[in-house]
């Protein structure tokens, strides 16, 4: 069944400690996009990634980074930078760079800092 | 700047009740309006709504846009308790090919 994976569904990490999540998806989708997700303020864009190597900064890039080495897989590392990275943790594809025909999601990474 | 306005934030009923959920919209050169089901983790796609007036059903769900007055609503009736969820509303942004997301309706469904 075609998808999108994120792993690991829970993490912790100590503060000052970079940690990198997992998103994979089988969909053929061109576009991929982190979200991330606090109580009462919906989804917010981290970065957005419309071609194998290449991406963009969303909304709240800071202490935030991505790669786009395969269409594939698009991870997103949560650095030490980043100030309250407490959230719970959502990535996207489309099947093309419009959006016009939605996204599919992954179930989530929740990340607490401890 | 391209926004999108959830109301309301939070939703209380009890089983059997019919409720609509609004999304108002403001953004350049609309294409479509999408509207999403978020009950623990991935938000699962409703509808996709392109022209006005014309109703999207599904089950007891149902959707409508209205281009002119620049919004959606979402209504669903004889609400079930497994209905309880997040519904979150976003639409395609022109200049930066993306989805913007309101904040999301919380409803909740008691028996």
């Known amino acids: 069944d075609g998808g999108i994976t994120q792993s690991p569904k829970y993490l912790f990490r100590k503060e000052g400690q970079n940690v990198t999540l997992s998103c994979e998806q089988n969909?053929?989708?061109?576009?991929m996009y982190w979200y991330r997700q606090d109580p009462g303020q919906g989804l917010r864009l981290i970065y957005y990634?419309?071609?194998?190597?290449?991406?963009q900064k969303g909304d709240i890039a800071e202490g935030y980074s991505v790669s786009r080495e395969k269409k594939e897989s698009f991870p997103l590392t949560v650095t030490s930078a980043q100030k309250n990275p407490t959230a719970f943790y959502l990535c996207?594809?489309?099947?093309?760079?419009?959006?016009?025909?939605?996204?599919?999601f992954g179930s989530g990474t929740r990340l607490t800092v401890v | 700047e391209d926004k999108v306005v959830q109301s309301p934030l939070s939703l209380v009923v009890h089983e059997g009740d019919t409720v609509t959920l609004n999304c108002s919209y403001e953004?350049?050169?609309?294409?479509?309006l999408l509207w999403y089901k978020q009950e623990k983790k991935a938000p699962t796609f409703l509808f996709m709504l392109?022209?006005?007036?014309i109703e999207k059903k599904s089950g007891r769900l149902s959707s409508i846009l209205d281009k002119k007055e620049l919004f959606s609503i979402l209504n669903i009736t004889a609400t079930q308790t497994g209905d309880s969820a997040v519904y979150l509303c976003?639409?395609?942004?022109?200049?930066?090919?993306?989805?913007?997301f309101g904040t999301g309706t919380r409803l909740q469904v008691f028996p």
């Open positions: 953004v350049t050169n609309f294409r479509s």
């Open positions: 990634s419309q071609i194998v190597n290449d991406f």
């Open positions: 969909l053929n989708h061109d576009a």
């Open positions: 976003a639409v395609p942004t022109h200049n930066t090919d993306k989805l913007i």
């Open positions: 392109t022209s006005s007036g």
């Open positions: 996207a594809s489309s099947i093309d760079q419009t959006g016009d025909y939605g996204y599919t």
